[in-house]
């Protein structure tokens, strides 16, 4: 079966430090990967996607960046953080199929200061 | 771009209630609308989606229902629990450039069941 780990889970960092944080998929091939962002009692905000191996597009314009090094491996990272990076970052994988099924992570807690 | 409606924000109801929420959406680049439940602090899991070749799809005490002439659909809980209290989130497809396939999200609806 498959599974899909982020760590750190929780992450606190002063303003102006760098970000990396990281995501990886067992259990499948070639998946299709997302990162989103949700802030406090908001919904999902896709921020980028990958559909294999150095291909990463991006959908809201910022001060993050992100990286798919290996086949299931996806890193979000930033240089200087700012305080509005504060959130609820998520991880998803997802299949290359007729229907677009994603299945999250269990998520990274970045707090800014 | 796809939007995706959704309502209500918040909605509490006493245990054993029937609670309903809504989502609309714009377009659709393929049928595929799937409902996730969040608790605090976890990720959101897939709890049940329909492929509208059906109008309706229950799973236990979830039953979606579609409409696509009114590019609508809802999700039911029958028999609520405490334990549902959660916040739930619809998604529609959309399409992305490079293959990629997206959903869209609502803006999700926090569920309270009382005991």
């Known amino acids: 079966s498959q599974t899909i780990h982020q760590w750190p889970a929780t992450l606190v960092q002063p303003v102006g430090s760098p970000l990396s944080l990281e995501c990886t998929v067992e259990?499948?091939?070639?998946?299709?990967l997302y990162w989103y962002r949700q802030a406090a009692g908001r919904g999902l905000q896709l921020l980028f996607y990958s559909v294999g191996i150095g291909q990463i597009s991006s959908e809201v314009p910022q001060n993050l960046s992100a990286s798919r090094p290996q086949d299931r491996q996806f890193i979000l990272s930033s240089k200087k953080l700012l305080l509005s990076d504060s959130g609820f970052y998520l991880c998803?994988?997802?299949?290359?199929?007729?229907?677009?099924?994603?299945?999250f992570g269990p998520g990274t807690r970045l707090t800014v200061l | 771009q796809q939007q995706v409606k959704q309502s209500p924000q918040s909605l509490i109801v006493q245990k054993g209630g029937i609670p309903i929420i809504n989502c609309a959406y714009e377009n659709t680049a393929f049928d595929y609308f799937p409902w996730y439940q969040q608790f605090p602090g976890k990720g959101p899991a897939l709890l049940i989606a329909i492929r509208p070749d059906v109008s309706e799809k229950k799973e236990g005490r979830f039953t979606i229902s579609f409409n696509k002439s009114a590019k609508q659909f809802s999700l039911h809980i029958m028999d609520s629990q405490p334990g549902d209290s959660a916040t739930y989130f619809c998604?529609?497809?959309?399409?992305?450039?490079?293959?990629?396939?997206?959903?869209?999200f609502g803006s999700g609806t926090q569920l309270t069941v009382l005991p």
């Open positions: 998604a529609a497809p959309s399409e992305g450039t490079g293959s990629a396939r997206q959903l869209t």
């Open positions: 259990g499948t091939s070639n998946p299709n």
């Open positions: 998803a994988w997802g299949t290359f199929s007729s229907y677009n099924e994603q299945f």
